[in-house]
C-alpha cells in the first residue's frame, strides 16, 4: 500500500478521510486540489504533507507563464500558500525549501529556463520520495534494536505508518521490522480523538498486514499500562525542537506522562526533516487548532450541545525529560539532547 504516487503528471493521494471503509485515491492535477487535501487531512503525517507539498509545487510550477525573476516570484508565492495549509509539522516547510532552493539553483546555472527548472524540480520531489522510504527503513533498524526482549508489546498513539509516510513507517515500521523478526507480541493503539487515527488508520494499517492489534480509547492507555501489559511506548513527530521537546498528535504528551509514572520506556522515531533546528525549545513550535467540530461531531454526528465552547489543538508537546530516546535515520539520540541534536545536525551537513 502506497500513501501517494506520482504518475502521467498527476500526484495520486490515498484518501485517508475515507479510511477504513473505502481505499480511493484522489488525483490532483494542480496545486490548489493538493493543498485542500493537506488541509482536509486526505493527505496527513508529516512526512507525507511534505511529499505532498513537494509534488504540489512541481504541479503549481508547471501553470507559471513568467520566465526568470518572475518564474521564481511566483513559484515562491505557490510555495507560500502550500506552506500555510498546516503550520505544526516542519516536514511542509522542509520539502517547500528544498524545491525552492533546488529551482533558484537551477535558474542560476541554466540562465532561467523554465523546462529545465520543471525537470529539476520533479527530480528533486522524486528524491524527497524516495529518500523517505530509505529513511524510514533504516529508523525502523535502530530503532528495532532498542529492544532485547524475545516478545514485545508496544503502544503507540496517533499513525505515524506507511499513510503517513511513503511507505513503511517510522513508529510502525519499528512494530513492523520487529514483527518480522518474531520479537513482536502485539500492539495496543490509541483511538486518538477528536479524529481517530488510531482507530481508522492504525488498526486498519496492522490489520492489512496481519500484525496483531487491540484498539483503546486514549482514557484506557493508564490502565493498560498499569496492568503491565505494555513494554514500550512509540510514537512519531511533527516537529522537534533543539532540546529535544517534541510535538505530535494531541494526546502524546499525556501517554508520556503515563509512561514514565509505570516506568514505561516512551520512544519517539522521526527522520531529521522533522528537527527544526532554529527553535531553542517546544515553547515555540506553532500548534495548529482545528475546528471546533471536530470536536462536537464524531462522524458528523453531533455529540455535545449546539454552541459550546471548544478547545482543540491538533498538537501537543512533550518536554523532552520524558523521552527515553528519538530514533532517528542516522541513529538513537539521548539526554542530553541539546548534545546529541548538535551531532544530529552536524550528520546532516548543517541547516
Ligand atoms: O494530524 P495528523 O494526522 O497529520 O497528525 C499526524 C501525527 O501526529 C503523526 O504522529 C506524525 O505526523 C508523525 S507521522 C510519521
Given at each position: ?276 533546528f ?67 545536525q552536524s550528520?546532516k551537513g548543517g541547516k
Amino acid at each position: 500500500m502506497v500513501s501517494l504516487r506520482w504518475k502521467d503528471d498527476c500526484l495520486f493521494l490515498l484518501n485517508q478521510v475515507k479510511l477504513p471503509g473505502s481505499v480511493e485515491y484522489i488525483q490532483c492535477k494542480d496545486y490548489r486540489r493538493v493543498a485542500e487535501a493537506i488541509r482536509r487531512l486526505e493527505v496527513r503525517g508529516a512526512p507525507a504533507i511534505g511529499v505532498a507539498a513537494a509534488y504540489g509545487l512541481l504541479l503549481g510550477a508547471a501553470e507559471i507563464k513568467e520566465t526568470g525573476t518572475g518564474f521564481l516570484e511566483k513559484l515562491a508565492e505557490i510555495a507560500e500558500i502550500l506552506r500555510q495549509t498546516r503550520p505544526t509539522a516542519v516536514n511542509l516547510s522542509w520539502a517547500l525549501d528544498k524545491m525552492l532552493d533546488a529551482a533558484k539553483e537551477t535558474s542560476r546555472e541554466k540562465d532561467s529556463r523554465p523546462q529545465e527548472i520543471l525537470t529539476v524540480l520533479e527530480m528533486t520531489a522524486q528524491f524527497i520520495m524516495n529518500e523517505d522510504s530509505n529513511v524510514n527503513r533504516r529508523i525502523s533498524a535502530f530503532g528495532a534494536s532498542l529492544f532485547k526482549d524475545a516478545k514485545t508489546v508496544i503502544l503507540t498513539h496517533c499513525n505515524a505508518g506507511a499513510l503517513a509516510t511513503v511507505e513503511y513507517g517510522t513508529a510502525l515500521g519499528i512494530i513492523r521490522e520487529l514483527w518480522k523478526e518474531g520479537r513482536l507480541d502485539r500492539v495496543f493503539a490509541d483511538e486518538t480523538r477528536p479524529l481517530l487515527q488510531g482507530a481508522r488508520l492504525t488498526a486498519w494499517e496492522l490489520m492489512q498486514d496481519e500484525i496483531p492489534v487491540t484498539l483503546i480509547t486514549d482514557s484506557m492507555a493508564g490502565v493498560v499500562m498499569k496492568n503491565g501489559w505494555v513494554q514500550a511506548v512509540v510514537v512519531g513527530a511533527d516537529r522537534i525542537a533543539r532540546n529535544g521537546d517534541v510535538a505530535n498528535k494531541i494526546g502524546t504528551y499525556t501517554v508520556a506522562v503515563l509512561a514514565e509514572k509505570h516506568h514505561i520506556p516512551f520512544y519517539v522515531a522521526a527522520p531529521v526533516s522533522s528537527f527544526d533546528f532554529s527553535l531553542p525549545d517546544g515553547s515555540a513550535i506553532p500548534i495548529e487548532e482545528r475546528s471546533a467540530n471536530e470536536v462536537t461531531h464524531c462522524c458528523s454526528v453531533p455529540i455535545a450541545p449546539q454552541g459550546v465552547a471548544v478547545y482543540n489543538p491538533a498538537f501537543d508537546v512533550t518536554p523532552n525529560e520524558l523521552i527515553t530516546a528519538i530514533v532517528t535515520e542516522y541513529g538513537i539520540l539521548r539526554a542530553p539532547y541539546n548534545k546529541s541534536i548538535d551531532w544530529l545536525q552536524s550528520q546532516k551537513g548543517g541547516k
